[in-house]
């Protein structure tokens, strides 16, 4: 029977946090159409301590494409290598993380595949009787939830939001399948080169990522007042978020940005002081566990979707709430 | 240098409305604007005639009412404008949009870049500009945040991704999709407003392109769009004020409670 597929991430030959929650998601499309499990894992000195780890948290076969040519994302190598996958194995499902790399590679290898594909998706089942793949993903800003499938398409293929599933408990004992994936030399002429990577300032993770994110707005009145935002991030070991009007006005850089012109993120905890909540804001918070709100108005936009509100000064509030961390920390 | 930009007129997200029964966009009635983030692909694109000479070339698939943006376009600078209008084009998904945008650059001409937005606001998919450089067998750069090194046969780049910017060389003609830092746009001119006025702007049918129509619109789109939901907003506010100083360590008390409650101080106990 056709495979059901995961897209596993590597960075510097780890795999990443979202390729687990991938496998969440695939086991239960696999476990209803009582099929296999494929994930593949595409990179360069891939741990094998991690290549363990996804078959204990779901896999049943891992398509194994190492080698120093994959080190980093290039949208043709990859794609080269997953279609010629497709065309062996005919997975009936495909799916990858809604990163920037999945995000590049699934639109790329649909058009070859002819396949269908849902970008960003928060929620996926498979349809009574039909057997296809209901995804379901947040448009227009976060405003209308559309469900869409492919019935006439195969592989039918889906990117997911990532931080919208929790991975699977792992289970030592599960019995699995490792296939190496011959990887074709590269050819010389055309080539796409990683020249290197710049780590982003003053950030330990992106804010994609983060579990908690701290957030400042044009309520900070100036730069010098952002440390607050920073500082209260310190203390939470959470990554610094803020609006478009912080951004513009220099106090923090573009990859802080959340909202329509930035990033959308999923964490678990979002707290927002000094922003408005203006449409474009929302619209990257949406699916943000919980939210805190931190404003001296009562009328702000950005309460209609917080769960906890502190309407007051943020000069008073955002000290009072560091100092109290401190002392949980000390205690 | 010649760069082609898709663009993509979009409602204002403020206002917009669902078809309940087909699951499409009712346009009419709402405001449509140039997708906010297409402004950027635009802008990088004149940055790159300003100093390397050359053209730019816009196009854009939609109805009637999309010529509004292809005269901003003008308006900005940009060259050489077409609309791809058609009943065969409606209801086509990021496969089949990114199909007929591909076949349109191919009558043009492979430019030495295609530039597009990093999403379009209404879609929200940023599907289409990997899927055109797919149709096209272009290499595809996503994320660009800025350019260096542009030659007439290769460039580097700063993609903004995940952990951070990575530089990446590649060959040309590339498609590039680009993300707001990587340029400040600028504002139409009045010569550009005055040109855009006089300028008649080329439309190209489903049979003007080279291409199967099997493939486009609704009937070539492999995905339906079965239901559409507005999401309920399940969120209650708890609301605490502060007032003075006691109230404020009140309300901080709530907080952590409310933190503690939601197991979002796990990691931070001493
Ligand atoms: C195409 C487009 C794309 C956009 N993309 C984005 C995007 O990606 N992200 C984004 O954020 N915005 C985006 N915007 C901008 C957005 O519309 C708003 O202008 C912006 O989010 C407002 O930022 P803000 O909340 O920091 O500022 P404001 O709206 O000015 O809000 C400041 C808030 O701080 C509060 N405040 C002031 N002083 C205090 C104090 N002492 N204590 C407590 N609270 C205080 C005020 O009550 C107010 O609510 C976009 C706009 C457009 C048109
Ligand atoms: N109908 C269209 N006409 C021209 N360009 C488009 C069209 N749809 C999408 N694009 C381009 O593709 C980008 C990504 O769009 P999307 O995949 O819909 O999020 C946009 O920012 C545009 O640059």
């Not at chain 1, 998706?121 to 209308?144: F, K, S, V």
């Not at chain 1, 929790?166 to 699995?176: C, E, G, M, T």
């Not at chain 2, 009637?64 to 600078?77: D, N, P, Q, T």
């Not at chain 2, 994320?143 to 952990?163: F, G, H, K």
């Amino acid at each position: 029977m056709h495979e059901v597929w995961t897209i596993s991430e590597c960075h510097q030959g780890r795999v990443k946090d979202v390729s687990y929650e991938l496998l969440a998601r695939g086991r239960s499309l696999a476990d209803t159409l009582k099929v296999r499990l494929g994930t593949v894992v595409i990179g360069s000195n891939i741990n094998t301590d991690d290549v363990k780890q996804l078959a204990y948290q779901g896999a049943d076969i891992l398509y194994l494409a190492d080698d120093p040519s994959l080190s980093s994302f290039v949208c043709g190598r990859y794609a080269a290598l997953l279609l010629k996958l497709i065309s062996e194995k005919k997975p009936q499902i495909i799916i990858a993380a809604a990163t920037t790399s999945g995000r590049t590679l699934m639109p790329y290898v649909a058009v070859k595949a002819h396949a269908g594909l849902t970008a960003d998706c928060t929620e996926l089942a498979i349809e009574e009787g039909t057997e296809n793949l209901l995804q379901t993903r947040p448009a227009i800003g976060g405003n209308i939830m559309a469900t869409i499938k492919t019935p006439g398409h195969r592989p039918q293929m889906a990117t997911v939001r990532p931080r919208s599933t929790k991975p699977l408990a792992a289970q030592h004992d599960r019995p699995f399948v490792v296939e190496e994936v011959p990887v074709a030399p590269r050819s010389e002429k055309s080539s796409v080169e990683v020249l290197g990577l710049r780590g982003l300032e003053g950030q330990s993770g992106s804010i994609e990522e983060a579990d908690i994110v701290i957030a400042g707005g044009k309520g900070l009145k100036k730069r010098d007042n952002f440390v607050l935002i920073e500082r209260l991030a310190k203390a939470f070991g959470a990554e610094v978020g803020a609006s478009r009007d912080a951004v513009d006005r220099g106090w923090v850089s573009y990859p802080h940005q959340v909202g329509l012109s930035g990033k959308t993120i999923s964490p678990r905890l979002y707290l927002a002081a000094g922003i408005s909540g203006a449409i474009q804001h929302l619209a990257g918070i949406k699916t943000a566990k919980c939210i805190v709100a931190i404003n001296n108005d009562e009328q702000a936009n950005i309460l209609g979707l917080a769960d906890f509100a502190i309407i007051g000064d943020l000069f008073q509030v955002l000290p009072e709430i560091e100092k109290r961390l401190e002392q949980r920390r000390k205690a | 240098m010649h760069s082609i930009v898709l663009i993509k007129q979009v409602p204002q997200t403020s206002d917009v409305q669902m078809d309940k029964e087909t699951g499409t966009m009712i346009r009419s009635g709402s405001t449509s604007i140039l997708n906010p983030l297409d402004v950027y692909a635009l802008e990088t694109a004149l940055q790159i005639k300003d100093r390397n000479g050359g053209r730019v070339t816009v196009i854009t698939m939609g109805p009637a009412s999309a010529v509004k943006v292809l005269k901003e376009a003008i308006a900005m600078g940009c060259d050489d404008v077409y609309h791809l209008n058609d009943r065969a084009f409606a209801g086509s998904d990021t496969w089949a949009t990114s199909y007929v945008l591909a076949k349109a650059i191919e009558k043009i001409g492979i430019p030495d870049l295609v530039i597009t937005g990093e999403r379009a606001t209404d879609g929200d998919t940023a599907q289409v500009g990997p899927a055109v450089a797919s149709w096209l067998d272009l290499p595809v750069l996503t994320y660009v945040a800025s350019i260096e090194n542009l030659t007439s046969d290769s460039l580097i780049v700063e993609r903004l991704i995940e952990e951070g910017y990575q530089r990446v060389q590649s060959p040309l003609p590339a498609l590039l999709t680009v993300v707001k830092e990587i340029a400040e746009p600028r504002l139409p001119t009045l010569r550009g407003k005055k040109r855009a006025m006089a300028t008649n702007i080329v439309t190209w049918s489903a049979s003007d392109l080279d291409a199967d129509q099997a493939f486009m619109g609704l009937r070539g789109s492999p995905t339906r769009v079965v239901k559409i939901a507005t999401p309920k907003v399940s969120r209650q506010c708890r609301m605490v004020k502060v007032e003075d100083d006691d109230s404020l360590i009140e309300a901080v008390d709530q907080l952590f409670t409310f933190l503690e409650e939601r197991d979002l101080l796990g990691g931070l106990n001493a």
